[in-house]
């Protein structure tokens, strides 16, 4: 049974950094495809980062591009998403997702993971 667990929300102030982490269970986060949502109230669920199998590629969204980073350690099986000169519009529930296999251009389709965590808040004020 796949788990992913998500941890590292909170409240900053603008500017600030926060790294979130997923940690799996019984899954290999290794072996699949990974990637980061967030969603704010009243909004769809957006993708904010994506990493492929392997780590071969990583995908972000523009509103994050050059200050979120996607990465996972293999040995902890853990996801992680720091999150550097955080903004207000940041601010949403942010989701861990996971699926064994993709298609690396659809990395931030939320349609693509069968694997969700019950998510973490962030909340940025200015």
């Known amino acids: 049974q796949v788990q992913l667990v998500e941890s590292g929300g909170g409240s900053v102030q603008a500017g600030e950094s926060l790294r979130l982490s997923c940690a799996a269970s019984g899954y290999a986060v290794s072996t699949g495809c990974m990637g980061w949502f967030r969603q704010a109230p009243g909004k769809e669920r957006e993708g904010v980062a994506g990493?492929?199998?392997?780590?071969?590629?990583?995908e972000y969204a523009t509103s994050v591009k050059g200050r979120f980073t996607i990465s996972r350690d293999n040995v902890k099986n853990t996801l992680y998403l720091q999150m550097n000169s955080l903004k207000p519009e940041d601010s949403a529930m942010y989701y861990c997702a996971a699926e064994t296999s993709c298609r690396w251009w659809l990395l931030l389709r939320a349609s693509e993971y069968n694997y969700w965590g019950q998510g973490t808040q962030v909340t940025v004020s200015s």
């Open positions: 990493i492929s199998t392997g780590g071969g590629r990583t």
